[in-house]
């Protein structure tokens, strides 16, 4: 140590590189082993040689300034200071230097001149301020990196360390700084903060809480007129935003942080830079200057798994081509600049926040930016948090008022903590989002923070809008379905948060028609159809016209053609990898059929895979037994025009039968849509160890989930030619895309938690093709037997057994249901007209809302 003292001190003796020498001894010398002080000499001082062999050396002068290397010093008691922040948790910190910095408001002397490449350096900015005790001389322990703790020092010694409201800068001294000082001030002030409230509760009348629908704000309590700060309360400057607890220093909410400024490199991820100049008033979302979209930053305290979670959830809620998103780590958090490229800041994660992240995160909330709290401890100032213990991961009913002031009511998750009115102090515009609703009591659980004039925004919830409703295995089966049953306005909440956020929750556009592939499980049945295909080309150049669109045949070897527009490529031979997204090996060890499903178009994306069938099957053989299966459709239909959400997960199909005429179902043709409903209730429930999922049928053409959500239906469209129906048969089922509702994956997992089994998850392609085998046999049964062969199974498996409903109207005489009449109409028995057959009224949604009595011929 000795030796290295002195190779230093002659090295700057004459006053040459001492920036470098100053950040090499900052290195060696750091991690609590000395303390290093920067402050000004006295006159007999400055006049003193060093000493570098004491333990209280002076190790270098510079004009009237000097640095001093001690012994450690500690910082343990800070009742008498006041904490900037609100909330704190012991764990590993940056590798960073904790100090004091002593400033007095005298009038300052002659000063050093600049030289042309130095700057001022405002102290703020390349340090976290912790907390504060005013008078004089003012004082403030901060924490800053090694690199940034040694420019400070650098710029002190220099005379060109700016401080705020008149304070200048007498000495900068390391300490050691104990987490358990900061954590017993930040418990002092909360506790003193909640006597203040309770105080301020007994001596005002009690106020409702203002809510969203009558677009009332918890009113700010701050003066109009600034208070002049008396010299004994002289705030940090650097302009600094105080947490609630903080309750006299409100008056400088409005003011930033802009802390560390200068990171290492190793701790900035690799984010997309933001476009010079970028407007953020402007609402609209513009790529910026290198092309790529603007950044969505998930904090989740780094976990990874909580991250994945969250990312997937927002995938599916915003529009992914205009948005990055990326997480963002404790380190990077308080290190880097990322608040100038991000568009919106996630906070997922119910961990205490330190109090350096606390500050970090409401900087970027005062400089205008976007905040989305997700059970997170962020609490800006005006608001309070307080423990629900009996409440935490337990369900509730959320009440949440739209923009448009309609109510939604869902069941949630609780967080175990609620907001409350912090009567402090000042703060920024409070708006009631969301209420827990409990017996008489109703609690703040999501609220909406706007800052003044800036435009930054905050949406923080105490409700875990984040989660999925098979993530809590707790609520058992019961608690499933509640929550299932309220996934879709989960959804709905969080979209309407995101929206008002600022971001895109609208496809920019829909993905284009994908080529189509001739796939087929019987070689014969291919080679008939090609021969077909061959036939009705062969004078068109190799053109074939349907609804979705003009096909261009492909045969092997050919090259591939230049699509116009409407134009979409027929292969007859598709590569031996033509998709991720369905597995002809799977579909051919799965369909046991005669004819039915064993020729596939297949497409990626398409409008409909009624579409894809429309205008060939009139001509196409019969005995080749066409099917058009889809990964996605964009413009999916459903019974009336409905529109039928048909995502990546989702088993769609659409198959061509024909039936005669004058045979038993040609006779009771609305029996079909039954067969076929129940056919895929029983492609699941026929497997060994999968008897138990819940699934089951509503009437005409539904698939249900218990009883209490729909996952699928079926569409059938019929023409004639001569004595025999052609039939297009649309069906459509959630098999794994669990969200927004609910899908048949979820119902295996539930299964599994429930019971300990370990069933295996469906594949789309799995269940259609069991779907095509059971529609084959039931159509073959039915023929030979007519309804009875099949009712007593579709009973067994209908939702209606003893249920009740209304004819003509809401008001309407109420019926009984008591099954199928001879024809697939649902059979009621009505007092006033005995049993009779009714069917929809044509508009209601619902098809058992306002049934039509059919009138007898």
């Known amino acids: ?171 900068i001294v390391s300490v050691s700084l104990r987490e358990s000082a900061l954590k017993q001030l930040l418990e002092k002030q909360q506790s003193d903060g909640r006597r203040r409230l309770e105080a301020k509760r007994l001596s005002e009348p009690t106020e409702p809480p203002l809510s969203r629908k009558s677009s009332l704000r918890l009113e700010r309590r701050a003066s109009q007129e600034e208070p002049e700060l008396p010299s004994e309360h002289q705030h940090m400057d650097g302009h600094h935003l105080h947490l609630s607890s903080c309750h006299e220093c409100l008056e400088l909410e409005n003011s930033t942080i802009l802390s560390v400024k200068f990171a290492s490199a190793e701790n900035i991820p690799d984010l997309p830079e933001d476009s010079a100049g970028a407007d953020d008033a402007e609402e609209s979302v513009r790529p910026n200057g290198s092309g790529k979209p603007p950044n969505v930053l998930v904090f989740t305290g780094g976990c990874e798994q909580q991250y994945q979670r969250i990312r997937s959830l927002l995938a599916e809620c915003v529009d992914m081509e205009r948005y990055t998103i990326y997480p963002l780590r404790p380190q990077t958090a308080l290190s880097d600049p990322w608040p100038e490229n991000t568009r919106l800041l996630v906070l997922a994660t119910d961990q205490t926040l330190t109090p350096q992240l606390q500050l970090r995160f409401l900087s970027y909330l005062s400089q205008g930016g976007k905040v989305l709290g997700l059970s997170s401890t962020l609490c800006p100032a005006g608001l309070a948090l307080r423990a629900r213990d009996l409440q935490k991961d337990r369900i509730c009913r959320l009440s949440f008022t739209k923009a448009d002031s309609a109510e939604l009511q869902l069941s949630v998750v609780a967080s175990g903590r609620v907001y409350e009115r912090d009567g402090g102090g000042s703060g920024g515009e409070v708006e009631l989002w969301g209420e827990i609703c409990a017996q008489d009591e109703r609690d703040m659980a999501i609220v909406r923070v706007t800052h003044e004039a800036d435009s930054g925004e905050a949406v923080l919830c105490q409700v875990r809008l984040e989660t999925a409703p098979d993530a809590h295995d707790a609520h058992g089966s019961a608690g499933f379905s509640e929550l299932k049953m309220s996934n879709a306005r989960r959804y709905e909440v969080l979209t309407e948060i995101l929206t008002s956020l600022g971001l895109s929750c609208e496809l920019s556009e829909v993905p284009p ?10 070689q014969e049945q291919k080679d008939r159809f090609l021969r077909w295909l061959r036939r009705q080309t062969d004078g068109s150049a190799g053109v074939l016209r349907s609804a979705a669109g003009v096909l261009k045949v492909l045969r092997a070897g050919d090259e591939p053609p230049d699509l116009g527009d409407g134009e979409r490529a027929f292969h007859t031979e598709p590569p031996e990898s ?265 508009n209601s949604f619902d098809m058992l809302r306002n049934l039509v009595v059919i009138k007898s011929s």
């Open 578 to 842: 033509f998709s991720e997204h369905f597995s002809l090996q799977t579909y051919q060890r799965h369909l046991r059929t005669q004819r039915l499903g064993q020729t596939v178009i297949y497409a990626d994306v398409t409008s409909t895979t009624m579409d894809l069938l429309d205008g060939l099957v009139s001509q196409a053989p019969q005995e080749v037994g066409l099917i058009a299966i889809a990964a996605r459709q964009t413009q999916g239909k459903g019974r009336g025009g409905n529109a039928w959400l048909s995502p990546l997960g989702c088993a769609m199909f659409t198959l061509h039968l024909q039936v005669p005429l004058n045979s038993r179902l040609g006779q009771r043709l609305p029996f079909l849509q039954h067969l076929v409903a129940l056919a895929v209730v029983e492609s699941v429930r026929t497997l060994p160890g999968y008897e138990d999922v819940d699934l089951r049928l509503k009437w005409p053409n539904d698939i249900y989930y218990s009883n209490l959500m729909k996952l699928g239906g079926v569409l059938v469209n019929s023409s004639m030619t001569g004595q025999t129906f052609s039939l297009l048969i649309g069906c459509g089922f959630n098999v794994s895309n669990s969200n927004p509702t609910v899908c048949i994956n979820d119902l295996v997992r539930q299964q599994n938690r429930e019971h300990g089994r370990s069933l295996d998850a469906l594949d789309p392609a799995q269940l259609i093709a069991r779907t095509v085998t059971l529609l084959e046999r039931f159509v073959s049964d039915f023929q030979l037997r007519g309804p009875q062969a099949l009712l007593p199974l579709y009973y067994s498996r209908w939702v209606h057994g003893g249920s009740r409903v209304r004819l003509w109207s809401e008001d309407g005489p109420e019926a009984e249901v008591l099954g199928l009449d001879e024809n697939g109409f649902l059979q009621v028995n009505s007092g006033d007209q005995g049993v009779v057959s009714v069917q929809p009224d044509g």
């Open 513 to 522: 028609p994908s080529p189509i592939y001739l796939l087929s499980t019987h």
């Open 1 to 171: 140590m000795l030796i290295t003292l002195c190779y230093i001190y002659l090295w700057v003796r004459f006053q040459r590189y001492y920036t470098a020498v100053i950040r090499n001894a900052l290195h060696r010398l750091s991690g609590g082993r000395r303390s290093f002080t920067f402050r000004e000499l006295s006159r007999e001082q400055r006049f003193r040689s060093p000493q570098s062999s004491s333990d209280d050396a002076l190790f270098l002068k510079l004009g009237n300034k000097g640095i001093y290397i001690t012994e450690p010093e500690a910082c343990d008691d800070l009742s008498k200071w006041t904490l900037l922040g609100s909330s704190l948790v012991c764990g590993q910190r940056l590798e960073s230097v904790a100090f004091i910095i002593e400033a007095s408001s005298r009038q300052k002397g002659h000063a050093s001149p600049l030289r042309a490449n130095q700057t001022v350096l405002n102290w703020s900015d390349y340090c976290l301020p912790l907390a504060y005790s005013p008078g004089q001389p003012y004082r403030a322990v901060a924490e800053a990196s090694l690199e940034n703790f040694s420019r400070l020092g650098v710029a002190f010694m220099e005379d060109r360390l700016h401080m705020e409201n008149g304070l200048i800068p007498e000495k």
